[in-house]
Every structure is written in C-alpha cells, then in structure tokens.
C-alpha cells in the first residue's frame, strides 16, 4: 500500500521537471505563468472537493441537504461561489499578467531579432556587428532582459521556450515582441508551438544563457 501511495505522490510530481515543463520556471515571465497555473490547480481541487462532499451528503446525509431552499442553493453555489472563483483568479491573472509585459524598469534590454520558416529558427544580433546569425541556436545573456523581435517568412510559428516565458506567435508580414529573462546562465529548449507543416515536430531550438560577461564573446565564438 505505502507503494502504491508514493508511486501515486512522485510520478505526477515528475511530469513537473524537464526540459519542455512550464512547471520548472527558469526566468520571471515563466514563473508568473506557473504561479498562475497553480493556483487555477489548487482551485480546481478545492471545488472538486466541495462537489464531492456535496455528492457524499446527498447519499448518506440527504436531511442536511434538504434543509436548505432552492433560493440558498442557488444565492450560495449559483451566485456566491463562481463570483469568489471568478474574482480570486481574474485578480491572480491580472497580477501575474503585468509581470509579463516588458516594464521600463531603467534596465536597457538586449534585442534579438528572430525569423522563423519552414522548419528552423534563425537569430541575428544586431547590437553586436560583424555577428552572423545562427541558425537553430539562441546566445542570450543571463540576468538581463532580452527583447526578442520575431517575424515570419512563410506561415505563423509558435515561439516558445516554456522555462523561460509564454508563447507568442511570429506571423508573416507582422512583428512581434517579446521580453524574456534567464535567471541562471544554463540551456534551456524552445519549440514550434503553432502547426506549420511537414517538418513541424523538427522545429526545435536551443537556448544558451551566459553569463553577461561571457555574453559577447560567446558571439563571436558562434560565427
């Protein structure tokens, strides 16, 4: 029994880590993603409990639940509770939000310009001159804000480096921007999240945070 209740306990818990996990968050915008998450979680629990304690009652307790009207039922579960959930988790998005917008905070953000097509990521750095692009691999500085521009040459791709920060689409004729920050110089992985073809499922990139000092000539070592 003891088996089987910490096998039940560690292999949910292990599909939290890992390359790809939004669960395992390495930089600020990720983690407000998963503080977001958690709490939707931690939510969903609650409520699951209260309908089934509410269920349990209706079998073995079905005096208590009569005792109350159809107005109460419908004031407490109908009105009350979605207006609690609705309000606890619009405010938890709306706090968790703002920290995912790029802030004018005085922090001066390094841009990365990022192309993406069918099937591979291309990342030019036009504040290092005589930098090439790379193809299938980012060079970012850790501990510093990171603006990356993205565009597309064919059809819309998903950028996404779950540890690192939400998606955002980069769509043909049209740029978008995105802020990101690494916590700790490390590798990080970023995928395709937007169908876009044959080669889909090929369309991964690696990330490389430096330590800023690192940062330029990790540059120049990349041409």
């Given at each position: ?41 931690y ?15 209706s ?5 208590l ?10 004031l ?12 606890a ?15 004018r ?19 030019a750095?036009?504040?290092?001159p ?65 169908f ?28």
């Amino acid at each position: 029994m003891r088996a089987v209740l910490t096998s039940a306990t560690i292999l949910p818990l292990a599909g939290c880590t890992g390359l790809l996990s939004t669960l395992d968050p390495a930089g600020p915008a990720a983690a407000s993603i998963a503080t977001l998450w958690w709490v939707m979680f931690y939510g969903a629990t609650v409520l699951f409990a209260l309908v089934a304690v509410l269920l349990a009652m209706s079998y073995w307790r079905s005096g208590l639940i009569r005792r109350l009207t159809p107005l109460q039922w419908i004031l407490g579960l109908g009105v009350g509770m979605p207006v609690v959930v609705l309000t606890a988790l619009v405010t938890t998005a709306f706090v968790q939000g703002e920290g995912l917008l790029p802030h004018r905070d005085g922090v001066r953000p390094v841009t990365i310009s990022v192309l993406a097509r069918q099937w591979r990521w291309e990342f030019a750095y036009p504040e290092s001159p005589g930098v090439g692009p790379t193809i299938g691999v980012l060079h970012m500085p850790a501990g510093v804000p990171v603006d990356l521009t993205l565009e597309s040459a064919d059809v819309i791709h998903g950028f996404w480096i779950p540890r690192l920060g939400g998606k955002l689409d980069a769509i043909p004729g049209h740029v978008n921007v995105v802020r990101l920050l690494a916590d700790q110089p490390g590798r990080y992985h970023g995928v395709c999240a937007e169908f876009c073809g044959d080669g889909h499922t090929q369309m991964r990139f690696e990330v490389i945070a430096h330590a800023p000092e690192d940062y330029q000539a990790a540059l120049e070592a990349s041409r």
